[in-house]
């Protein structure tokens, strides 16, 4: 059985939480004297709504669930780091089968946290025995990315759900790609799942990488935890004010989604014609991973032309790949261009 109690850290657990001056008065008033904050109206001298609820409804709408299933983050990068810092003492460990995003492992070595060792499968996906195989008592999360970085796949729903039914402790999927896929992904699975986070991003599909939005769907007591450990004011004014801005506007992340998809099978099919690709593998995100004869070689070739791609060559599984991300359709034809060219 999942016991989300046990799973705190303890000082987490009788943590008595930073109480913001925007936490102690709530409402409105007419003179504010209460944050230390510099009167003159810049708009932007006052601090932001610690807790985000204007963007967190207009979220929770889109994705029907409830605000309180939600954590705002600094990217998504923030809320993986609060997972390890809710969850994981010295001496824990974590599952996180390779080759995927990098962070999960940076986190838990910033964490001091040990990282077990295992593998996906050939084919990308999740391989659930070995997986649960790698557990044991001290393994507080597993991280699982749908679609995968850097390979671009979806990881088979039905593995990710025996992996939610059989691990009692936390299941984190990243599903940072979700968009570009025409999955629905496991945000309406939450009510089923009292160990499932879903992480999401307006980085991606969005556009809107520059302002750090990482979104944690999860159950209101998971997100009670984490809430209690993030820093105050983790969202910036001008971030809330985007991202409710840009998720008004749902057409154009849909028009992009589908361009971009459009845009992935013609490079795909164009990069299988190039005689020194070995490799284009099946992708349902906004990028390919793409084995290839000599890719260090190729990689310098191409920045030397002023393209960047990211060589993978050194990642588990990932032998001799690049890994190219879908671009407009004239950046696209001038990265097969020059390709063709070598
Ligand atoms: C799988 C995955 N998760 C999360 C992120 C980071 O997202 P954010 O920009 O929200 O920190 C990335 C970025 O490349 C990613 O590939």
Known sequence: MFNLQQLIRENVLNL?????????????????????????DTGLN????????????????????????????????????????????????????????????????????????VNLTTQFDVDVEQTLKACNENTKLIFLCSPNNPSGNLLSFNRIEQILNQFNRLVIVDEAYI?????????????????????????????LAAIRLGICFAAKEIIEVLNKIKPPYNISLLSQQVALEAL??????????KQLVAERAWLKAELAKINRVIEVYPSDANFLLVKIHDAANVYQK?????????????????????????????????????????
Not at 65 to 81: A, C, H, K, M, Q
């Open 16 to 40: 008595k939480p930073y109480s913001s001056a925007r936490d102690e008065f709530k409402g409105q008033a007419s003179v504010y004297l209460d944050a230390n904050e510099n009167p003159y």
């Open 302 to 342: 191409l920045v030397d032309r002023g393209i960047i791609v990211r060589d993978r060559s050194r990642v588990t599984q990932c032998d001799n790949c690049l890994r190219i991300t879908v671009g407009t359709p004239t950046q696209n034809q001038i990265l097969i261009r020059e390709l063709s060219a070598l």
């Open 46 to 117: 006052r601090y932001p709504d610690p807790h985000q609820i204007e963007l967190k409804k207009k979220i929770a709408s889109i994705k029907k669930v409830s605000p309180e299933n939600i954590l705002l983050g600094n990217g998504s990068d923030e809320p993986i780091d609060l997972l390890f810092r809710a969850f994981c003492e010295m001496g824990d460990n974590v599952v996180i089968p390779q080759p995927t995003y990098g962070m999960y492992s940076v986190s838990a070595n910033i964490n001091n946290v040990t990282i077990m060792d």
């Open 179 to 207: 968009d570009f896929t025409d999955s629905e992904g496991f945000v309406p699975l939450l009510k089923h799942y009292p160990n499932l986070v879903v992480l999401q991003t307006l980085s991606k599909a969005w556009g």
């Open 248 to 257: 008004s506007k749902e057409d154009q992340k849909n028009e992009w989604v």
